[in-house]
């Protein structure tokens, strides 16, 4: 088969997965060809708006196993392909010298057994590594039940690694996908988490002492570029080991609308993996039917993009504006509003906290406010120290005016032309209250 | 007050910048191709100094900050009409309270400088990504094989300069151009060393022929990848721009090797 053929094929197959990161990690050249930037790099965007910075591809669609929601499974007839390893390395470079790609996405079904694959993608990497002398951006999937000894030697040729959830609970993962068991995901996940934390000694398959181990990992810790703009996370100490295993750290990814799980059992999952397992990043793929099987919704189901997108809002609000899980949802609310974004939901069922005065709030306390951002709160911050900040200004250091309004004061002045308490709040929020009014009110 | 005219280079800037303070305070400046004479206002054509520009340049590093330095240098490679005066402006303030104005984020000077200085770092690092080389080969007189990458950008501001260091670590083995067709010059490096200088593509070898296959692949590989169910040429558009995807193969013919050069 040609290139090209397994390229179409390989490639297509790779698409749901979510990932697309090429950041975490800054590196000069090292070897003969390629860097890597801590920022990370887009190369393209696709048809559907997502952008393209890896090469990703499935090393085979061969698949021995047999999970419901996977277009590659056993019991499919799809064409299929497998790349040898030699060809793969060859078209990754031919990629990466003409700027195409930031580097290479790795994943493979499961051809003949987990440890059978991850050889092969070893291999792979290998000859990226020390044959073509690449030091770009490398991420490989490991395939639950992979065996220890591969899952470090991967970990010391690529950036990062993941382990995808695929689904958000046990159950889930016991009727759609029998052959992965949780304890295969988290065994994996747990020796990377581990063996970041203790970069010199590996201590392979201990998913358990991992726990107190990492507790103590590194934390990340916010710094500002030198443009003064865009926060960046740079790790202590990284510069000790020569061989650093999976620099770029771990990520995971689930799949949204398969399985019955609530938005609130997504969040806190997610919230947890970000607190035990330290993942640098948690994706969320909506749902496209690809099979008919009972046990799935059915092929005329629109993928839940909605949902997925106020997902990665919820997200947001994890990992950079301080926000816990049961701050995001709680029991009464298990879902994500649709009609609004999710820190304008907390926000509006927490008026107490509000109008906050824009000259007196703490970092963490701007990040609440809805229309305040990552970067606009730095910037309120960087000019308190000047100067006031007046309402005019707010506009001009990156706040959307329309929403903060209703939730700051300026020098002790309210701007919004309604208060949090009207009970026509939503319709001057421009939020389609539908024909019930949020029960608070 | 007086308009000083300049040769449109960043040592000529500085040069008026220091005619501003020990000569005549400056009503503009403007670099020579874009001002029209007028009877009215008095002007002056400034003669590049390096030593006057290297004195404003210390200046600005010592009195302001590094920051605020290379903030005026960005605005300087815009292609905004009057980024010149955007860019005295700043440095006139930044004189005056020196790095505390790096803070200032919504006082208009700043803003409409930080404004600028954005849009051309954002540029600069959108075409890190938006930018294809074909690899270009021929033999030399002793048959062997060279090979050359070449690569075409039609950017809105002047940012080869901001290109230089990323691609010359990248590709540090390779012998690359990157041509800017808008301004008929070109970044030319090798072996981690670079200049900028004029070209003329027409004297550019061949494409080699494995360039052919090469952009098939890739152009079968970005079809294929989008997700049907998600199609969404809106945000696509937003973050990549039409107006970049002439030199983008993705959106050329398949297996086309035209418009390389």
């Given at each position: 088969m040609e290139v090209l053929e397994k390229l179409r094929i390989l490639g297509e197959s790779a698409k749901y997965d979510a990932s697309c990161a090429t950041s975490g990690v800054a590196r000069k050249n090292v070897g003969r060809m390629g860097n890597a930037t801590c920022a990370g790099l887009c190369h393209s965007w696709s048809a559907d708006g997502r952008c393209i910075s890896l090469l990703k591809v499935l090393l085979s669609n061969d698949c021995v196993y047999d999970c419901q929601y996977c277009v590659n499974r056993r019991s499919v007839d799809v064409e299929r392909a497998t790349f040898e390893p030699e060809e793969l390395a060859d078209l990754a470079m031919g990629f990466y010298r003409r700027n195409y790609i930031e580097g290479l996405f790795l994943s493979s079904a499961v051809v003949k057994s987990p440890d059978h694959t991850a050889e092969k993608m070893l291999r792979c990497l290998q000859l990226l590594r020390e044959v073509h002398g690449f030091a770009g951006y490398i991420h490989a999937k490991i395939i639950p039940g992979v065996s220890p000894e591969l899952v470090r030697a991967l970990g010391f040729l690529a950036d990062r690694l993941s382990v995808n959830m695929e689904l958000p609970s046990e159950k889930s993962l016991e009727l759609l996908a029998p052959q992965k068991k949780a304890k295969n995901i988290f065994t994996p996940m747990g020796q990377i988490t581990d063996s970041i934390a203790n970069r010199k000694e590996l201590s392979a398959g201990s998913g358990k002492k991992m726990l107190e181990s990492s507790a103590e990992y590194l934390k990340p810790k916010e710094t500002l570029d030198p443009e003064g703009e865009y926060p960046l996370v740079v790790r202590d100490g990284r510069k000790k080991y020569k061989e650093p295993f999976a620099p770029a750290g771990q990520s995971t990814q689930m799949i949204i609308g398969a399985s019955p799980e609530t938005d609130r059992q997504i969040i806190r999952l997610s919230e947890s993996l970000y607190k035990k397992f330290r993942l640098k990043r948690v994706y969320f793929s909506a749902y496209i039917p690809v099979s008919d099987s009972a046990l799935l919704p059915s092929r005329l189901t629109a993928?839940?993009?909605?949902?997925?997108?106020?997902?990665?809002?919820?997200?947001?609000?994890?990992?950079?504006?301080?926000?816990?899980?049961?701050?995001?949802?709680?029991?009464?609310?298990?879902?994500?509003?649709?009609?609004?974004?999710?820190?304008?939901?907390?926000?509006?069922?927490?008026?107490?906290?509000?109008p906050m005065e824009v000259n007196k709030a703490s970092l963490e306390e701007l990040l609440r406010i809805p229309g305040v951002g990552a970067i606009s709160a730095r910037r309120i911050l960087r000019q308190r120290r000047q100067s006031a900040v007046r309402f005019e200004d707010l506009q001009k250091l990156g706040v959307v005016v329309k929403r903060a309004k209703y939730f700051v004061t300026c020098r002790g002045r309210y701007y919004g032309d309604a208060e949090l308490s009207d009970p026509n709040i939503l319709r001057v929020l421009q939020i389609d209250d539908g024909e019930k009014q949020l029960s608070m009110f | 007050m007086i308009d000083y005219i300049y040769d449109?280079?960043?040592?000529?800037?500085?040069?008026?910048?220091?005619?501003?303070?020990?000569?005549?305070?400056?009503?503009?400046?403007?670099?020579?191709?874009?001002?029209?004479?007028?009877?009215?206002?008095?002007?002056?054509?400034?003669e590049t100094d390096e030593e006057k520009a290297a004195v404003v340049y210390a200046a600005m590093e010592s009195k302001i900050s590094e920051q605020a330095l290379e903030r005026i240098y960005r605005v300087f490679l815009s292609?905004?009409?009057?980024?010149?005066?955007?860019?005295?402006?700043?440095?006139?303030?930044?004189?005056?309270?020196?790095?505390r104005i790096f803070g200032l984020h919504s006082h208009p000077v700043v803003f409409a400088a930080e404004r600028i200085a954005r849009k051309v770092g954002y540029e600069a690092h959108r075409l890190t990504g938006l930018l294809r080389f074909s690899v270009l080969a021929r033999e030399d007189e002793s048959g062997r094989r060279q090979e050359i990458l070449f690569a075409k950008i039609k950017p809105d501001h002047d940012i080869l300069e901001l290109l230089a260091h990323h691609f010359t670590d990248r590709f540090k083995e390779e012998a690359f151009i990157i041509y800017d067709e808008r301004r008929k010059k070109a970044l030319f490096a090798f072996g981690k060393k670079w200049y900028i200088g004029g070209l003329d593509p027409s004297v550019l070898p061949d494409a080699d022929p494995d360039e052919r296959a090469y952009r098939k692949l890739w152009k079968t590989y970005f079809d294929g990848i989008a997700i049907?169910?998600?199609?969404?040429?809106?945000?696509?558009?937003?973050?990549?721009?039409?107006?970049?995807?002439?030199?983008l193969t993705e959106f050329r013919c398949e297996g086309s090797a035209d418009g390389v050069k």
């Open positions: 993928p839940p993009l909605k949902r997925e997108h106020r997902l990665y809002q919820a997200d947001w609000l994890l990992r950079f504006y301080g926000f816990s899980a049961e701050e995001i949802l709680d029991e009464k609310n298990p879902f994500l509003d649709e009609r609004m974004d999710p820190k304008m939901a907390w926000a509006l069922r927490h008026p107490e906290f509000f | 449109g280079t960043f040592e000529g800037f500085l040069t008026c910048v220091h005619h501003h303070y020990y000569n005549e305070k400056a009503a503009g400046i403007y670099p020579a191709d874009q001002y029209q004479t007028s009877l009215l206002k008095p002007y002056l054509s400034v292609d905004l009409p009057g980024k010149d005066n955007i860019a005295l402006d700043y440095l006139r303030m930044g004189f005056k309270i020196g790095g049907k169910e998600r199609i969404n040429p809106r945000c696509q558009k937003n973050f990549m721009p039409v107006r970049y995807w002439d030199n």
